[in-house]
């Protein structure tokens, strides 16, 4: 683990780093190594959840689960955008979305059922929860956020590290990585008629998963009667 931090840090090229950054660097491997932890006891969490509904109910409401560690660089990106200082402190309290962990459903109802079954677990904190189903983001994204604390246990102590858990259909991931990708890939300021065609496909790709789950609630029924 010291050195997953070690490399995220020698990536950093540092002429336009200030040199506040820098000195908070020194600290990364520490901090990369508890949030690389929580990580994994979320993960954990979520393929025990998915492993007991398979049991129950033959059937995997989560197809897979991502997860990323933020870079210096992106930190740092998300401190200047948002005029925060550069300490340890500041980023350990301010910026929650350090440790991502990305949960993939099948249908819109399992990204509910698991965001509850998750957050009612009595060693999560639920610290902010960002609806953008019900609520999508002008770009047309979708996905619902989770900002929870979780425990991670160390030699001498127990200590709570923040998880960002963005949960969301495929369709919605298969949307959300090709628009990240052009939007991110590109040098050109993306013009309004583009940014209004990748809405409607989201709404569209949004009709296709309500329409989905229609079909798998109406063939669920009809195993009930069987
Ligand atoms: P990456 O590489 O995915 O990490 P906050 O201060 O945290 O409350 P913030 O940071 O704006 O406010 O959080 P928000 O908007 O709730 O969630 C940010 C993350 O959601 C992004 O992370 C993306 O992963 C995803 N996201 C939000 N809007 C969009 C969008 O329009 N398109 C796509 N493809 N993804 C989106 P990062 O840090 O941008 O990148």
């Not at 997860?67 to 210096?72: N, T, Y």
């Not at 999560?124 to 425990?151: F, M, Q």
């Not at 628009?179 to 409607?200: C, F, G, M, W």
Request: aromatic content about 8%; glycine content about 2%; overall charge neutral.
């Amino acid at each position: 683990m010291q050195k997953m931090g070690k490399r995220f840090i020698d990536d950093l090229s540092l002429p336009d780093v200030p040199e506040e950054f820098q000195k908070t660097l020194e600290d990364f491997s520490e901090m990369y190594m508890l949030y690389d932890c929580a990580i994994r006891e979320v993960n954990t969490k979520l393929e025990n959840l998915n492993q007991e509904l398979k049991f129950k109910k033959d059937r995997n409401p989560i197809q897979y689960i991502n997860h990323r560690l933020k870079s210096p660089q992106s930190i740092l990106k998300k401190l200047q955008m948002n005029h925060l200082s550069m300490d340890y402190k500041t980023i350990w309290n301010e910026i929650t979305d350090i440790a991502g962990v990305r949960v993939i459903c099948s249908y819109i109802d399992d990204i509910y059922a698991i965001a509850e079954m998750l957050i009612k677990q009595d060693d999560v904190a639920l610290l902010k929860r960002k609806d953008y189903i019900k609520n999508p983001k002008e770009s047309g994204y979708r996905s619902l956020h989770l900002i929870i604390e979780t425990p991670v246990f160390l030699s001498d102590k127990k200590q709570l590290v923040k998880v960002e858990v963005q949960i969301r259909t495929i369709a919605m991931d298969f949307w959300a990585s090709l628009e990240h990708q052009l939007r991110y890939k590109t040098n050109v300021d993306v013009p309004a008629s583009i940014r209004e065609q990748l809405r409607n496909s989201a709404d569209s790709i949004y009709r296709t998963d309500q329409e989905m789950q229609n079909i798998y609630q109406e063939i669920r029924r009809m195993e009930e009667k069987e």
